[in-house]
């Protein structure tokens, strides 16, 4: 029974599989074509696996003639497999519609079902298992059954594999070398894994009722395998072996072992059998875990790993210097530690033109308009690194693939790291082929994504000052905090409802500050706010909030769920800002067609709530978590939600305000906050929040130990 159980697992599976690929678009040619052989195979190991169920059914009511029946069916549809897996392995990987190859399936199958036709029965019981006869001589001295067994499991299997594997050597594409190599190891597997149920079946006959694991795991590795974008390397290809066989191959292995030995207990003590089953069963699957975790966290890397190395040297970069020494340093460091032959580093200029500032090659590449049609299609994607190979191969990029295989080819460039400011591209960083015939791998990708901040710093610092003849270091350090605070607070989406009044104030203490607001249009009634400080010094602090801005931004494109983004966000800063970055801040969603406002705290000291009704002033913030601190948040987000009537006034303020001290070593605190709110109700918030401002600075009496940032809205009236 326990096997009939897999069975009808693995054929809901593999149903549930077949519909996902078939209606997934990442597994597409280069014509935006799904590649059919795949799904052919999928749905034809569905068929089968249908098939041998009715087969396994019909043994429990002792039907020989359906048994028989269903049993050569079950034989024709693997047949028909074989001939799908010689179609995929001819075509792959631009699966051309040939006629020839047509007629060769038809071929095959007529053959298959001669060949079953000339076997004398099919057999299944619970003593022998599957038992196939067909004794009469075919040729030379071998029978029906050892020749179709030959010719169709065997022969054409390993005909079509060795074709794929002469016809890497005419692919261009590394990306497509090394789909073909992983589909032969996964076909490898394969083998590996009838053998394991040929030894099983000696011992419990029955596993050979399992012929279609190895086949659905095959489909399983070739579907994954036809999704890679981008070369992986040797340390990920160790690690997600080693992943795979502890988790699916070796737990499965044991288990079906220990089934095979306490088997025989099963008829005298049944109880003490699945007791024991289910214990042993629960203790592989519970070492599998923590074997499998404690690989994910083990260190594969190999002796080019230099992610560490180009961070430490990346995060002590000296933007006081003159821009030429920072490009020498910049283009050394990537040549050094990427092995790329060639840099180039091409910024937006004030006419609108994607311009060379500079390259290692002896001619500059041609200047691209901002209105070209791939910069418009770069700047839609998500993905802020590029190689070359996915440009072929990756369906982010299907509408424009010959557009952007034509930037790879003009840049001379293996890989692209597209510098943008939201949705708004200004530059990208372009690296030439690695040296020694190495290529981008996996590693690499996850490298530039790691160190991204740090190459948008370098571009967002070369756009805004180097090209601008800015004399001494100190006025370009000015100049340049100027760029960040106009980035900040003049590109927001102003909220224009008449229901509300909107006011804030920022201002940092020094000539750059990590303080920022942002106010972000969703549609005409609903409107998100964030504000907060980002932790840090100087430029660091400043570029770290440019870029939270930007990414939050980025991020609400594809997140609709208010506290997903604020994980999403979490994760960013922790994983991609420079290590030791982290945001004290406040989340806020108005939905004004209801005057709701949701909000999470994630570290901001305070939030008032003004309500006209009681004429006071109340802290609604609640406990929050500063983000960047801990790795997952989700249990710890609280989002809350109010009311807000017509007068009510929400404010908010960073620590900065709160904890000015004045010259005797008093801090301003929230009660004086309060009583400024209720002397001054009636204001229009940008009053308010500039009373507020100025009243700080009186209180201390001197210039300003910290950035302070404050932002007030009320309700005027209630939405039409």
């Given at each position: 029974?326990?096997?009939?159980?897999?069975?009808?697992?693995?054929?809901?599976?593999?149903?549930?599989?077949?519909?996902?690929?078939?209606?997934?678009?990442?597994?597409?040619?280069?014509?935006?074509?799904?590649?059919?052989?795949?799904?052919?195979?999928?749905?034809?190991?569905?068929?089968?696996?249908?098939?041998?169920?009715?087969?396994?059914?019909?043994?429990?009511?002792?039907?020989?003639?359906?048994?028989?029946?269903?049993?050569?069916?079950?034989?024709?549809?693997?047949?028909?497999?074989?001939?799908?897996?010689?179609?995929?392995?001819?075509?792959?990987?631009?699966?051309?519609?040939?006629?020839?190859?047509?007629?060769?399936?038809?071929?095959?199958?007529?053959?298959?079902a001669f060949f079953i036709s000339r076997l004398d029965d099919f057999?299944?019981?619970?003593?022998?298992?599957?038992?196939?006869?067909?004794?009469?001589?075919?040729?030379?001295?071998?029978?029906?059954?050892?020749?179709?067994?030959?010719?169709?499991?065997?022969?054409?299997?390993?005909?079509?594999?060795?074709?794929?594997?002469?016809?890497?050597?005419?692919?261009?594409?590394?990306?497509?070398?090394?789909?073909?190599?992983?589909?032969?190891?996964?076909?490898?597997?394969?083998?590996?894994?009838?053998?394991?149920?040929?030894?099983?079946?000696?011992?419990?006959?029955?596993?050979?009722?399992?012929?279609?694991?190895?086949?659905?795991?095959?489909?399983?590795?070739?579907?994954?395998?036809?999704?890679?974008?981008?070369?992986?390397?040797?340390?990920?290809?160790?690690?997600?072996?080693?992943?795979?066989?502890?988790?699916?191959?070796?737990?499965?292995?044991?288990?079906?072992?220990?089934?095979?030995?306490?088997?025989?207990?099963?008829?005298?003590?049944?109880?003490?059998?699945?007791?024991?089953?289910?214990?042993?069963?629960?203790?592989?699957?519970?070492?599998?875990?923590?074997?499998?975790?404690?690989?994910?966290?083990?260190?594969?890397?190999?002796?080019?790993?230099?992610?560490?190395?180009?961070?430490?040297?990346?995060?002590?970069?000296?933007?006081?210097?003159?821009?030429?020494?920072?490009?020498?340093?910049?283009?050394?460091?990537?040549?050094?530690?990427?092995?790329?032959?060639?840099?180039?580093?091409?910024?937006?200029?004030?006419?609108?033109?994607?311009?060379?500032?500079?390259?290692?090659?002896?001619?500059?590449?041609?200047?691209?308009?901002?209105?070209?049609?791939?910069?418009?299609?770069?700047?839609?994607?998500?993905?802020?690194?590029?190689?070359?190979?996915?440009?072929?191969?990756?369906?982010?990029?299907?509408?424009?693939?010959?557009?952007?295989?034509?930037?790879?080819?003009?840049?001379?460039?293996?890989?692209?790291?597209?510098?943008?400011?939201?949705?708004?591209?200004?530059?990208?960083?372009?690296?030439?082929?690695?040296?020694?015939?190495?290529?981008?791998?996996?590693?690499?990708?996850?490298?530039?994504?790691?160190?991204?901040?740090?190459?948008?710093?370098?571009?967002?610092?070369?756009?805004?000052?180097?090209?601008?003849?800015?004399?001494?270091?100190?006025?370009?350090?000015?100049?340049?905090?100027?760029?960040?605070?106009?980035?900040?607070?003049?590109?927001?989406?102003?909220?224009?409802?008449?229901?509300?009044?909107?006011?804030?104030?920022?201002?940092?203490?020094?000539?750059?500050?990590?303080?920022?607001?942002?106010?972000i249009r969703l549609n005409d009634n609903r409107y998100m706010m964030?504000?907060?400080?980002?932790?840090?010094?100087?430029?660091?602090?400043?570029?770290?909030?440019?870029?939270?801005?930007?990414?939050?931004?980025?991020?609400?494109?594809?997140?609709?769920?208010?506290?997903?983004?604020?994980?999403?966000?979490?994760?960013?800063?922790?994983?991609?800002?420079?290590?030791?970055?982290?945001?004290?801040?406040?989340?806020?969603?108005?939905?004004?067609?209801?005057?709701?406002?949701?909000?999470?705290?994630?570290?901001?000291?305070?939030?008032?709530?003004?309500?006209?009704?009681?004429?006071?002033?109340?802290?609604?913030?609640?406990?929050?978590?500063?983000?960047?601190?801990?790795?997952?948040?989700?249990?710890?987000?609280?989002?809350?939600?109010?009311?807000?009537?017509?007068?009510?006034?929400?404010?908010?303020?960073?620590?900065?305000?709160?904890?000015?001290?004045?010259?005797?070593?008093?801090?301003?605190?929230?009660?004086?906050?309060?009583?400024?709110?209720?002397?001054?109700?009636?204001?229009?918030?940008?009053?308010?929040?500039?009373?507020?401002?100025?009243?700080?600075?009186?209180?201390?009496?001197?210039?300003?130990?910290?950035?302070?940032?404050?932002?007030?809205?009320?309700?005027?009236?209630?939405?039409?």
């Open positions: 029974m326990i096997f009939l159980i897999i069975n009808l697992v693995l054929c809901i599976g593999l149903i549930l599989f077949s519909v996902q690929i078939d209606t997934q678009t990442s597994i597409e040619d280069t014509k935006g074509q799904k590649a059919r052989p795949l799904v052919d195979m999928i749905l034809w190991l569905v068929v089968t696996s249908i098939f041998f169920l009715i087969v396994f059914i019909s043994m429990l009511f002792s039907n020989t003639q359906l048994i028989s029946l269903c049993g050569r069916i079950t034989l024709f549809t693997l047949v028909v497999f074989v001939a799908s897996l010689l179609h995929f392995c001819l075509t792959f990987s631009d699966f051309p519609k040939n006629k020839f190859h047509t007629v060769l399936q038809v071929i095959i199958c007529l053959c298959g057999a299944f019981d619970m003593k022998n298992s599957i038992v196939i006869t067909g004794n009469s001589e075919a040729f030379l001295g071998f029978t029906w059954l050892q020749t179709f067994v030959a010719l169709f499991f065997i022969l054409i299997p390993v005909l079509s594999f060795v074709i794929l594997f002469f016809r890497s050597f005419g692919k261009k594409g590394r990306i497509y070398m090394q789909q073909i190599y992983l589909f032969i190891a996964s076909a490898v597997v394969c083998c590996g894994l009838y053998y394991l149920l040929y030894i099983a079946s000696k011992y419990v006959p029955m596993y050979s009722s399992l012929f279609i694991l190895p086949l659905a795991v095959f489909l399983l590795l070739v579907s994954k395998i036809m999704q890679l974008s981008i070369i992986i390397d040797l340390s990920t290809i160790v690690k997600g072996t080693a992943q795979f066989s502890i988790k699916y191959v070796f737990s499965a292995v044991i288990i079906g072992l220990l089934f095979a030995i306490l088997l025989p207990l099963k008829a005298v003590k049944p109880v003490v059998f699945w007791i024991t089953f289910v214990l042993g069963t629960s203790i592989v699957e519970l070492l599998q875990y923590f074997a499998t975790e404690k690989i994910k966290k083990m260190n594969f890397a190999s002796a080019n790993a230099y992610e560490d190395m180009l961070e430490a040297k990346l995060s002590k970069f000296d933007y006081n210097q003159e821009p030429e020494t920072l490009i020498s340093e910049f283009v050394s460091l990537m040549k050094e530690y990427t092995e790329t032959t060639h840099v180039e580093i091409m910024l937006e200029t004030e006419s609108g033109i994607i311009k060379s500032v500079y390259t290692s090659e002896i001619t500059a590449s041609k200047d691209i308009p901002q209105d070209a049609p791939i910069i418009s299609s770069l700047s839609s994607v998500t993905s802020s690194i590029i190689f070359r190979q996915q440009a072929k191969t990756l369906h982010e990029f299907s509408l424009f693939r010959d557009n952007l295989n034509a930037l790879f080819e003009d840049l001379k460039s293996d890989a692209l790291i597209v510098l943008r400011e939201g949705r708004h591209m200004f530059g990208f960083i372009s690296l030439g082929a690695k040296r020694r015939g190495n290529f981008f791998s996996d590693y690499d990708k996850r490298v530039f994504s790691n160190l991204y901040s740090y190459f948008f710093l370098f571009g967002f610092y070369m756009k805004n000052i180097a090209n601008q003849s800015v004399v001494g270091t100190v006025d370009r350090e000015i100049q340049f905090s100027s760029q960040v605070i106009r980035s900040i607070q003049e590109n927001v989406d102003k909220i224009n409802v008449p229901s509300v009044d909107v006011g804030y104030i920022s201002q940092s203490a020094r000539s750059l500050g990590g303080d920022f607001i942002d106010f964030i504000m907060g400080d980002v932790s840090g010094k100087g430029l660091n602090a400043s570029m770290s909030m440019v870029i939270l801005k930007s990414i939050i931004r980025t991020f609400l494109i594809e997140t609709a769920d208010f506290k997903e983004l604020i994980e999403k966000v979490n994760h960013f800063i922790k994983y991609n800002l420079p290590r030791g970055t982290f945001f004290a801040g406040l989340f806020t969603l108005f939905d004004f067609t209801t005057n709701t406002m949701y909000y999470a705290n994630c570290g901001l000291p305070v939030l008032f709530l003004y309500t006209e009704s009681y004429n006071n002033v109340i802290e609604i913030q609640g406990d929050g978590k500063v983000l960047g601190f801990m790795k997952k948040i989700s249990n710890i987000i609280k989002v809350k939600k109010i009311k807000l009537n017509p007068g009510d006034i929400v404010l908010a303020c960073t620590d900065g305000l709160l904890d000015s001290e004045s010259l005797r070593g008093e801090m301003y605190g929230k009660d004086r906050v309060q009583k400024l709110i209720l002397d001054n109700k009636t204001f229009e918030s940008g009053r308010l929040v500039k009373f507020l401002f100025d009243d700080m600075l009186q209180f201390t009496s001197k210039d300003l130990q910290d950035d302070v940032t404050a932002v007030a809205v009320r309700m005027l009236k209630v939405q039409e």
